[in-house]
């Protein structure tokens, strides 16, 4: 009678399209589980004009997962919500992270460039140190 959807969390969208009747019939679940993780701030649907809850495939693929904890692996729903901030907290700081290594990288370029004894500079560097004798003389005031 239903299609069974499978949505994975890295290609799901986070347009929030899906109203509730869809989303849980997608996710497996009665609607009025969906509204209770809501007051429980596990899921955050986003709201239609008229205040009715719409949900991304991300928000699916989450109510899954919460799903998932709850009955193969036993957590409560106060655990459930205690992972998911801890997830969301780890994404974020991953993404800070990359950022922060991005930033340090270009330092250490600009260190370097600004460093370098011919810096902004079109020279080129021998290979071997020269050996030739240049001598210097000044000019005489008859010369010039």
Not at 22 to 29: D, I, K, N, S, T
Not at 38 to 54: C, E, F, I, K, T
Request: glycine share 8%; charged share 30%; proline share 3%.
């Amino acid at each position: 009678m239903y299609e069974e959807i499978h949505i994975s969390v890295e290609q799901a969208s986070d347009a929030k399209v899906l109203i509730i009747s869809v989303a849980a019939r997608m996710a497996g679940m009665h609607p009025q589980t969906l509204r209770q993780y809501d007051r429980l701030g596990l899921v955050q649907p986003g709201r239609a004009g008229g205040g009715g809850r719409r949900y991304s495939e991300r928000d699916v693929a989450l109510l899954r997962e919460v799903q998932r904890l709850s009955q193969d692996d036993g957590v409560n729903l106060a655990g459930i919500k205690r992972i998911i901030g801890l997830e969301q907290m780890v994404g974020d700081l991953q993404q800070q992270l990359q950022e922060l290594r991005a930033e340090l990288e270009e330092a250490y370029a600009r260190i370097a460039q600004l460093e370098s004894p011919y810096a902004g500079r079109d020279l080129v560097r021998q290979e071997r140190p020269s050996t030739a004798l240049v001598v210097w003389r000044p000019r005489r005031a008859a010369d010039k």
